[in-house]
T-cell receptor
Framework: GAVVSQHPSRVICKSGTSVKIECRSLDFQATTMFWYRQFPKQSLMLMATSNEGSKATYEQGVEKDKFLINHASLTLSTLTVTSAHPEDSSFYIC???????????FGPGTRLTVT | GENVEQHPSTLSVQEGDSAVIKCTYSDSASNYFPWYKQELGKRPQLIIDIRSNVGEKKDQRIAVTLNKTAKHFSLHITETQPEDSAVYFCAASLNTGNQFYFGTGTSLTVIP
């Protein structure tokens, strides 16, 4: 399958600061990227869908002003957690689609800890 | 939106036995159903998928069945091995938008 990377793999930040997470598709052009959040021992919750060159579509209950998503190119999407708080601590995973119509390829995830 | 339910939440089997995980979905428009295996702290890995025009698909020890009328699909793992121990997630996807909606996960433990 296709290769998707995420950076950083782990990040610790202080409450009130902002954190940017990058998701890159390394060997194909991802027209669509998805951002998920996963709390310990829970499922992956879809946060938003981003299409290259357009605004992201957020799932119900996800604050678009808090979780800023940019998909400026076919190989890069970024998620910025603004004014992070301890309850934002989670495992954030991106996935990229566009190789085939159905499949998604997941990144390795970013562990965010807000102190 | 789509609602996917998954059972059981935990499952323990003896090595060599079979394991079955079941999922139901709510939106009859969903037409793609992947299954993912996730080890602790790692990315989900696709293990098998099925599209709505097929009732069953098999890949070695892993099979998936789909009942569109009842809106449920199941993962079957035969001859389980300790390395099958992980969390398994089902998902459903609609044709438009391509978003995946995941089930709540099943923690499978294969006892040697």
């Amino acid at each position: 399958g296709a290769v998707v990377s995420q950076h950083p793999s782990r990040v610790i930040c202080k409450s009130g600061t902002s954190v940017k997470i990058e998701c890159r598709s390394l060997d194909f052009q991802a027209t669509t990227m998805f951002w998920y959040r996963q709390f310990p021992k829970q499922s992956l919750m879809l946060m938003a869908t981003s299409n290259e060159g357009s605004k992201a579509t957020y799932e119900q209950g996800v604050e678009k002003d808090k979780f800023l998503i940019n998909h400026a190119s076919l190989t890069l999407s970024t998620l910025t957690v603004t004014s992070a708080h301890p309850e934002d601590s989670s495992f954030y995973i991106c996935s990229a689609g566009g190789g085939t119509y159905y499949e998604q390829y997941f990144g390795p995830g970013t562990r965010l800890t807000v102190t | 939106g789509e609602n996917v339910e998954q059972h059981p939440s935990t499952l323990s089997v003896q090595e060599g036995d079979s394991a079955v995980i079941k999922c139901t979905y709510s939106d009859s428009a969903s037409n793609y159903f992947p299954w993912y295996k996730q080890e602790l702290g790692k990315r989900p890995q696709l293990i098998i998928d099925i599209r709505s025009n097929v009732g069953e698909k098999k890949d070695q020890r892993i099979a998936v069945t789909l009942n569109k009328t009842a809106k449920h699909f199941s993962l079957h793992i035969t001859e389980t091995q300790p390395e099958d121990s992980a969390v398994y997630f089902c998902a459903a996807s609609l044709n438009t938008g391509n978003q995946f909606y995941f089930g709540t996960g099943t923690s499978l433990t294969v006892i040697p």
